[in-house]
T-cell receptor, first 115, second 110 residues
């Protein structure tokens, strides 16, 4: 069974703090993704990585950075948290190149509140 | 135009009803298609992949029409436990580019 874990389920931070969200997958997947999900806006891709030390911007990378030093771990960093970054953050992984029906597997999510 | 669009919902149906969700996608190069289910305050989970010939899993049937760039999900004999948001997902790069629809919320009422 694929397992994607995230370091925290709930997090409360203050404006201006540096925030680290960690994600680990145990299926040797090449691809890892960070999304945020907000009511009415659905899932929006922040960054993804297709290999160690590689990263690609998604649809909304502003205010975020990522790090992938090991294949199984993908970190999302909020350099200076702001209240508009209050959201549900979801990490996912997928196999690449995969069969056409290969899909993504999600972690349980981190609910971040920035005060 | 959004890349993946779904029925706006919400759908409120009685137990035992049949309900159908529709999804359209704009990228004709899309290769794979999925329906995910997301319960309130939880992560999305794969419900089923969608194959060209259509596929069925118990009470759930998924259809794909590549010519019309349209995907559907049919749920028969709805249960209370089917209440969730259903997300249509389209992939166009063998595992690298997943695009999610906004989701359709279903409430099955007793």
């Amino acid at each position: 069974d694929v397992k994607v874990t995230q370091s925290s389920r709930y997090l409360v931070k203050r404006t201006g703090e540096k925030v680290f969200l960690e994600c680990v997958q145990d299926m040797d997947h090449e691809n890892m993704f960070w999304y945020r999900q907000d009511p009415g806006l659905g899932l929006r891709l922040i960054y993804f990585s297709y290999d160690v030390k590689m990263k690609e911007k998604g649809d909304i990378p502003e205010g975020y950075s990522v790090s992938r030093e090991k294949k199984e771990r993908f970190s999302l960093i909020l350099e200076s948290a702001s209240t508009n970054q209050t959201s549900m953050y979801l990490c996912a992984s997928s196999l690449y190149p995969g069969r056409v029906e290969e899909t993504q597997y999600f972690g349980p999510g981190t609910r971040l509140l920035v005060l | 135009r959004k890349e993946v669009e779904q029925d706006p919902g919400p759908f409120n149906v009685p137990e035992g009803a049949t309900v159908a969700f529709n999804c359209t996608y704009s990228n004709s190069a899309s290769q794979s298609f999925f329906w995910y289910r997301q319960d309130c305050r939880k992560e999305p989970k794969l419900l089923m992949s969608v194959y060209s010939s259509g596929n069925e899993d118990g009470r759930f049937t998924a259809q794909l029409n590549r010519a019309s760039q349209y995907i559907s999900l049919l749920i028969r004999d709805s249960k209370l436990s089917d209440s969730a948001t259903y997300l249509c997902v389209v992939n166009s790069n063998y595992g690298q580019n997943f695009v999610f629809g906004p989701g359709t919320r279903l409430s099955v009422l007793p």
